[in-house]
């Protein structure tokens, strides 16, 4: 199988279902942030910390793959013509949304509660997962966008809401397994 097809050379890219958008279309924007925050999800992955956290974030990314063929495919289009669902893939369900907010739950356990907002930062690990939480919130951003201009699947967005905060629960913890310090934010003068 070739990467490279040349049916893009012209800014243009096909939808899951053959319909073609410009590149720079919304729902483009919408998936493309989507793959750029799993990337950055196996970077969080990538990086030293237990077992359990890795496998949820894979498991994570893998979630994001259906999220992201599910706004790759043109909604005019989600049916084949014997009324079958063109995408053949696991769908975003209440028990994604579960998961994630039982994660949050068992995190916040251990973790001192907040008193004030919190500077992204104090070691590597802990900034990709605030860059990753940044990309998760861009990604829901998009998806609102184009969800006032084609619905999409309300899961989807309740699903991106709930990630980014995930990921910035992870933060937290992943600040307290590496035993640095958050940087709490106090409004000062200069």
């Known amino acids: 199988m070739k990467i490279y097809t040349k049916t ?3 800014g243009t890219t096909a939808l899951y ?5 410009p590149k720079h279309h919304i729902r483009i924007e919408s998936y493309g942030t989507v793959d750029e925050l799993n990337s950055y999800i196996g970077l ?9 956290t890795k496998e949820i974030l894979t498991h994570l990314q893998e979630r994001l793959f259906t999220l992201g063929a599910i706004l790759a495919t043109d909604p005019e289009k989600e049916k084949l013509k014997n009324g079958k669902e063109r995408l053949n893939i696991p769908r975003i369900d ?4 579960q998961l994630l907010e039982s994660e949050m739950d068992r995190m916040n356990e ?4 907040m008193t004030n907002f919190i500077l992204p930062g104090g070691h590597p690990t802990v900034s990709h997962c605030h860059v990753a ?3 998760c919130r861009r990604a829901e951003r998009l998806a609102t966008f184009l969800n006032e201009q084609e619905p999409i699947d309300s899961l989807v967005l ?3 809401n709930r990630l980014s905060d995930y990921l910035f629960v992870l933060a937290r913890k992943l600040t307290n397994d590496l035993q640095v310090d958050e940087i709490k934010w106090v409004p000062k003068k200069l």
């Open 17 to 21: 279902g053959g319909t073609r958008v």
């Open 8 to 10: 893009g050379d012209k």
């Open 110 to 113: 251990i973790l001192p509660p």
């Open 158 to 160: 309740k699903y991106l």
């Open 133 to 135: 939480r940044c990309i």
């Open 94 to 97: 209440e028990d994604d949304i």
């Open 44 to 52: 969080v992955r990538d990086q030293e910390m237990d077992t359990h």
